[in-house]
């Protein structure tokens, strides 16, 4: 076992995206992601989550701060994002490149990088599947498919890339899907993105399926179905109970976004992973466009299998497009998240709205999991619910 207090691959991802894949020493600005020669799908990364204060204490350890805790040793606030050769130029002299030194550096960098994103200078963001978050350019957009160059990687790696491509086949159908927050769209994804090199970029081109048909916002249901406390949805009739018509469409959105995935025992795929964005992006300029990602997943992909919606239906069922999603506080207070939604409502045209939405706290997440653990097994002797293979 290593004594060292390394980063995980989140902390580095995030350390990475902050500073927008660019080297942090001061004058460098390299970029640090980009086409790898090894094979055509490779995505080659020189940057490196270096250590402000050193992992480890030891010989050759460089700014060694023996009264930090494991956790700050190995917390995104002890990483500086550089390029291999400025890595090993900072753990060469500790006299020049002091931890207040690097410290500014990286603030430099960050806030550079933030500039850059605000001017329009940062590229589309997509997602690929539930664990691939990367910033890329739309290069063509057909029927049958859509084809992008990727640029970044903001969550998952281009291993996890080549897993989703090659475990395609086993994956739920709820977790095959592309979205774009350029398009405000997404599509269910009909086979496995293939991976190409062509030009320097990787190209990623997607199979999908024909977009899934909405309704009209004044043909949703006519039953109200919003728990007033807890925000749940009433399930009646082996499906959602829809409220009725464009007057209760706040209301729905609301609910919809007030749930996140895997709380309801009926269908454990249906929800929004606000929650867990929150913990890994707050305080990061990509929280509300990952949020944005979100939002499309629940008006594009369709949830099946459950009771809570008719296969085939997507959540958000009369959202044609999002077009934007806009966070108006940095973080939930009481439980509660005000953003501004702008839709695109079958039947409405534009639609924006500030609503307030749900947002549990860390210790409610974590007791609604024991809940959920603890009710898994009744519900299943009583027929609702086929339990998953770790639940017997
Ligand atoms: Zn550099």
Aim: net charge neutral.
């Amino acid at each position: 076992m290593s004594n060292r207090d390394e980063f995980s691959q989140s902390t580095k991802n995030r350390v990475a995206a902050r500073a927008g894949w660019q080297c942090s020493f001061e004058g460098c600005t390299r970029g640090t992601h980009g086409p790898s020669a090894e094979s055509p799908e490779a995505v080659s990364n020189i940057g490196v989550a270096a250590h402000i204060c050193a992992a480890a204490p030891g010989p050759g350890a460089r700014r060694y701060d023996k009264t930090m805790s494991r956790e700050e040793r190995s917390g995104i606030g002890n990483a500086i994002w550089l390029c291999a050769n400025h890595a090993k130029l900072i753990d060469r002299d500790e006299v020049t490149y002091t931890a207040a030194r690097l410290r500014a550096m990286k603030a430099a960098r960050e806030k550079a990088s933030e500039e850059e994103q605000r001017s329009g200078k940062g590229a589309s963001l997509f997602a690929i599947g539930p664990d691939i978050v990367c910033t890329g350019e739309l290069a063509q957009v057909t029927s049958g498919s859509w084809t992008l160059h990727l640029k970044h990687f903001v969550a998952g790696d281009r291993h996890a890339l080549v897993g989703f491509v090659s475990g395609f086949a086993s994956r739920a159908a709820e977790d095959r899907y592309i979205l774009s927050n350029e398009l405000g769209d997404g599509r269910v994804l009909s086979g496995a993105p293939a991976l190409a090199m062509q030009g320097g970029n990787c190209m990623v081109t997607c199979p999908v399926a024909p977009p899934v048909p909405r309704i009209d916002a004044q043909k949703l249901g006519s039953d109200f179905a919003l728990h007033p406390e807890t925000n749940d949805l009433y399930v009646e009739n082996g499906s959602i109970a829809w409220v009725s018509g464009v007057d209760y469409l706040p209301q729905k959105i609301r609910a919809l976004l007030s749930m996140q995935r895997g709380e309801n025992v009926f269908a454990e795929m249906a929800g929004v992973r606000f929650y867990e964005y929150f913990e890994a992006f707050k305080g990061t300029f990509w929280l509300p466009q990952i949020l944005m990602l979100d939002v499309i997943r629940q008006a594009a992909i369709p949830v099946g299998g459950g009771i809570l919606t008719a296969p085939w239906m997507t959540p958000l069922q009369c959202v044609t497009r999002v077009r934007g999603v806009e966070l108006l506080s940095g973080s939930p207070e009481n439980n509660r998240l005000p953003l501004r939604v702008d839709l695109d409502v079958q039947g409405v045209g534009r639609w924006q709205r500030d609503l307030e939405i749900y947002m549990p706290t860390r210790d409610q997440m974590e007791e609604g999991a024991r809940r959920l653990a603890e009710t898994r097994p009744t519900i299943a002797e009583f027929g609702h619910y086929s339990t998953s293979s770790e639940t017997r």
